[in-house]
C-alpha cells in the first residue's frame, strides 16, 4: 500500500524540477523529492539535483554521491522521500518499460516524469509496480 495518495509539489520547486529537466536536454535529468507525509499527502518541501552518470537521451543511472548526500540530508533533517524524478527529453511523460524494470522503490516513492513531447514541458506523477504503472494525483501549491 502505498504510504500517500496525493503528491504537493510547491510552484517553485515545481519550476525549479522543469528547469533542471529543460537545461539537462537533449540528456535526461534526475533528481529526488522530499518532504512529509501528514493526512494522505505528501508535501514536498526539499529537491535534490542528482548526476546522471549514464549521460543518455533515453535512460538514467542516478550518481551514487549524489545518492549519498541526498540520503543523509534526509535522514538529518527528518525529511522523507517522497519522490524520484526525471525527464523524458523527447517523448511524454508516461513510464517506459526501463523504468518499470529499473525501479528499485517499489510503492514507497512516486516516480514524477517531465515529459517534452512537444513544446511545453508536461510533467506526470506515477506508482510503478512490476508490472505496470498508475497515475498519482500531482499539485502544485503555494
Not at 127 to 132: A, D, I, K, V
Request: proline share 6%; charged share 20%; glycine share 6%.
Amino acid at each position: 500500500m502505498p504510504p500517500f495518495t496525493r503528491l504537493a509539489i510547491p510552484d517553485l520547486l515545481l519550476e525549479e524540477v522543469i528547469e533542471h529537466a529543460r537545461t539537462a536536454q537533449p540528456l535526461e535529468c534526475c533528481g529526488l523529492l522530499a518532504g512529509h507525509i501528514a493526512e494522505g499527502v505528501g508535501t514536498v518541501t526539499t529537491r535534490f539535483t542528482v548526476g546522471n552518470d549514464a549521460a543518455s537521451a533515453m535512460e538514467y543511472e542516478s550518481n551514487a554521491r549524489d545518492m549519498l548526500f541526498a540520503f543523509r540530508t534526509m535522514r538529518e533533517h527528518g525529511l522523507e522521500l517522497l519522490a524520484i524524478y526525471h525527464s523524458h527529453p523527447t517523448s511524454p511523460p508516461v513510464p517506459s518499460r526501463r523504468d518499470i524494470e529499473r525501479n528499485t522503490y517499489g510503492e514507497t516513492a512516486v516516480h514524477v516524469i517531465v515529459g517534452f513531447a512537444s513544446a511545453t514541458p508536461v510533467v506526470r506523477a506515477w506508482w510503478l509496480t512490476e508490472t505496470g504503472y498508475r497515475e498519482v494525483k500531482c499539485e502544485a501549491s503555494s
